[in-house]
């Protein structure tokens, strides 16, 4: 066997939500690990990704990593840069990007998002957190939501202590009585692993362990009892190729 | 027609106590140095609207001027939490802060309909989420056509719109260009508008994908070199991403935060582009 580099928690997760992004996709990107992954994918396997970012640059082509998503680089890259009412109306809401990118300050086993506060109550919370931005919509109308997210017990939490953006709701069917038109999430990556929902119950599986990480540590840091596929597999770790280039790409970032 | 006068002068003329303002800018063209002029001139009780309010409307709020906050996202984008923000929402310092809050799809078409001369807009949002339970502005609507159930929000206009642009002529003819976010339906939304801009010319040259704002459509425009730093104005220069790193520990205690609005709002004047 060939000796592998070491690689940290973060890396894994970029380099697998990039092994997921297929050539062509259009693909919603924020800005931390998803737009560090869809910039390794445009480098990889996937040259012609559609890079949408939500202050209006569509189709940009970053050649580093951009510091914000309004950086000046992704306009000055983009096929078209248009108005921000025109992302959400024209773009978006009709069903045209295949993948969006989201982040959660809590996920519940339904895929839904909370990015709005913890603990205490909406007028009296205990942590005030930035708010749902473009994500209610993303999560809504993207064809479909991959999420990028560390796994902890605070984080995966049994009751949302918010609904910000909504994944499968209270299970099957549930996108499809409140009219969603997107797939909703069909991914979720993080530092331990990747889990899928399943397709009778809707409910986050594990199908996944990332190299290193253990099906005890994955169950620990979940705040329900987390289902696990039963040919449940292993990510392969990053190549070579993929460590040099993601490497090259966030140290060439300030 | 526009009038040019002095950004002193556009605060004073167009933004009372208790108004409905709007400072639009995504990422790119804050109006950060109109922001700083709102703090000098001590008015209180506004109501300010934004979709992504960042480091200026933290500092807004954390030196008083605020009684409600209408807006989307409110962080440090690439940093984290605003902590003047935070403060006054979990602690009510200086002074509570009364919260409306929606996602970028709604606020987006907030404007629109304000721009558009239409009540509410409708869109495909927010449905199965928590926010329409606290936001009474997030309403179910049924499409008079196909029965469809959709969502209303009502239309945005502000009293004042304040936005940042690359250019104005004499005539206050302004142009815009790169990222141009919701300035366009902020200000055509807005009661009144001041446009703060790097440099008056005499004649403004085409810029493929630009924009302009005709002067019959603008209220009062002011030039003011830098005015968006430490965001940043493309074609003049770049956004300055240490500052938005170093708000964090400035903005983290009410002590260094007051110190710093002290010297670098306050003793500093008009001196534009000082956000560290």
């Given at each position: 066997?060939?000796?592998?580099?070491?690689?940290?928690?973060?890396?894994m997760?970029?380099?697998a939500?990039?092994?997921a992004?297929?050539?062509?996709?259009?693909?919603?990107?924020?800005?931390?690990?998803?737009?560090?992954?869809?910039?390794?994918?445009?480098?990889?396997h996937?040259?012609?990704?559609?890079?949408?970012?939500?202050?209006?640059?569509?189709?940009?082509?970053?050649?580093?990593l951009p510091?914000?998503?309004?950086?000046?680089?992704?306009?000055?890259?983009?096929?078209?840069?248009?108005?921000?009412?025109?992302?959400?109306?024209?773009?978006?809401?009709?069903?045209?990007?295949?993948?969006?990118?989201?982040?959660?300050?809590?996920?519940?086993?339904f895929?839904?998002?909370?990015?709005?506060i913890?603990?205490?109550?909406?007028?009296?919370?205990?942590?005030?957190?930035?708010?749902?931005?473009?994500?209610?919509?993303?999560a809504?109308?993207?064809?479909?939501?991959?999420?990028?997210?560390?796994?902890?017990?605070?984080?995966?939490?049994?009751?949302?202590?918010?609904?910000?953006?909504?994944?499968?709701?209270?299970?099957?069917?549930?996108?499809?009585?409140?009219?969603?038109?997107?797939?909703?999430?069909?991914?979720?990556?993080?530092?331990?692993?990747?889990?899928?929902?399943?397709?009778?119950?809707?409910?986050?599986?594990?199908?996944?362990?990332?190299?290193?990480?253990?099906?005890?540590?994955?169950?620990?840091?979940?705040?329900?009892?987390?289902?696990?596929?039963?040919?449940?597999?292993?990510?392969?770790?990053?190549t070579?190729?993929?460590?040099?280039?993601?490497?090259?790409?966030?140290?060439?970032?300030? | 027609?526009?009038?040019?006068?002095?950004?002193?002068?556009g605060?004073?003329?167009?933004?009372?106590?208790?108004?409905?303002?709007?400072?639009?800018?995504?990422?790119?063209?804050?109006?950060?140095?109109?922001?700083?002029?709102?703090?000098?001139?001590?008015?209180?009780?506004?109501?300010?609207?934004?979709?992504?309010?960042d480091?200026?409307?933290?500092?807004?709020?954390?030196?008083?001027?605020v009684?409600k906050?209408?807006?989307?996202?409110?962080?440090?984008?690439?940093?984290g939490?605003?902590?003047?923000?935070?403060?006054?929402?979990?602690?009510?310092?200086?002074?509570?802060?009364?919260?409306?809050?929606?996602?970028?799809?709604?606020?987006?078409?907030?404007?629109?309909?304000?721009?558009?001369?239409?009540?509410?807009?409708?869109?495909?949002?927010?449905?199965?989420?928590?926010?329409p339970?606290?936001?009474?502005?997030?309403?179910?609507?049924?499409?008079?056509?196909?029965?469809?159930?959709?969502?209303?929000?009502?239309?945005?206009?502000?009293?004042?719109?304040?936005?940042?642009?690359?250019?104005?002529?004499?005539?206050?003819?302004?142009?815009?260009?790169g990222?141009?976010?919701?300035?366009?339906?902020?200000?055509?939304?807005?009661?009144?508008?001041?446009?703060?801009?790097?440099?008056?010319?005499?004649?403004?040259?085409?810029?493929?994908?630009?924009?302009?704002?005709?002067?019959?459509?603008?209220?009062?425009?002011?030039?003011?070199?830098?005015?968006?730093?430490?965001?940043?104005?493309?074609?003049?220069?770049?956004?300055?991403?240490?500052?938005?790193?170093?708000?964090?520990?400035?903005?983290?205690?009410?002590?260094?935060?007051?110190?710093?609005?002290?010297?670098?709002?306050f003793?500093?004047?008009?001196?534009?582009?000082?956000?560290?």
């Amino acid at each position: 066997m060939s000796e592998q580099r070491e690689h940290t928690a973060d890396e894994m997760m970029s380099v697998a939500a990039a092994r997921a992004l297929r050539d062509d996709a259009s693909c919603f990107v924020g800005i931390g690990l998803p737009s560090t992954a869809a910039n390794v994918a445009r480098r990889m396997h996937a040259p012609n990704l559609v890079l949408i970012y939500e202050s209006g640059c569509l189709g940009a082509k970053p050649d580093r990593l951009p510091l914000s998503i309004g950086d000046g680089m992704l306009a000055e890259t983009a096929d078209a840069v248009i108005g921000v009412p025109e992302v959400f109306n024209y773009w978006l809401q009709p069903g045209r990007i295949d993948v969006g990118f989201l982040s959660a300050a809590q996920l519940d086993k339904f895929g839904n998002i909370n990015t709005t506060i913890v603990g205490g109550d909406y007028d009296n919370p205990k942590v005030r957190l930035p708010g749902a931005g473009g994500a209610p919509e993303i999560a809504a109308s993207c064809r479909e939501v991959f999420i990028v997210v560390r796994q902890s017990r605070r984080t995966f939490a049994s009751k949302l202590d918010f609904v910000t953006s909504v994944g499968h709701g209270s299970g099957p069917g549930e996108r499809e009585r409140l009219g969603l038109s997107g797939a909703g999430p069909t991914l979720v990556i993080t530092d331990l692993g990747v889990l899928r929902p399943d397709p009778r119950t809707a409910e986050l599986t594990l199908t996944e362990l990332h190299p290193g990480a253990t099906l005890e540590e994955a169950r620990d840091a979940t705040g329900w009892d987390l289902a696990v596929a039963e040919d449940l597999g292993q990510t392969p770790t990053p190549t070579e190729q993929e460590l040099t280039v993601l490497r090259a790409l966030t140290e060439a970032s300030p | 027609m526009a009038r040019i006068v002095s950004l002193r002068e556009g605060v004073a003329e167009l933004v009372g106590d208790g108004d409905l303002v709007a400072m639009e800018g995504f990422t790119h063209l804050i109006p950060v140095a109109a922001g700083h002029e709102i703090i000098r001139q001590g008015r209180r009780d506004l109501t300010l609207a934004r979709m992504t309010p960042d480091i200026i409307y933290d500092q807004l709020i954390g030196a008083g001027c605020v009684r409600k906050l209408i807006f989307s996202w409110g962080g440090n984008p690439g940093v984290g939490s605003l902590h003047r923000f935070r403060d006054a929402v979990e602690n009510s310092w200086p002074r509570p802060l009364e919260i409306e809050e929606h996602s970028h799809a709604g606020m987006a078409n907030r404007y629109v309909a304000g721009a558009s001369g239409l009540p509410f807009a409708v869109l495909r949002g927010y449905v199965g989420t928590d926010l329409p339970e606290h936001t009474p502005n997030i309403k179910p609507i049924r499409c008079p056509f196909t029965e469809e159930q959709l969502t209303a929000v009502p239309a945005l206009n502000p009293d004042v719109a304040i936005v940042h642009a690359q250019r104005a002529d004499r005539a206050g003819n302004v142009q815009m260009w790169g990222i141009t976010g919701v300035q366009k339906e902020a200000v055509l939304a807005a009661r009144r508008s001041l446009v703060t801009v790097e440099e008056v010319v005499d004649e403004l040259e085409p810029k493929p994908g630009g924009m302009v704002l005709p002067t019959w459509a603008v209220g009062l425009v002011a030039e003011v070199p830098g005015g968006a730093r430490p965001s940043y104005a493309q074609g003049y220069y770049e956004r300055v991403n240490d500052d938005y790193q170093e708000w964090d520990s400035i903005s983290r205690e009410r002590e260094s935060f007051e110190r710093w609005l002290a010297e670098q709002v306050f003793t500093a004047g008009e001196q534009v582009g000082s956000a560290s």
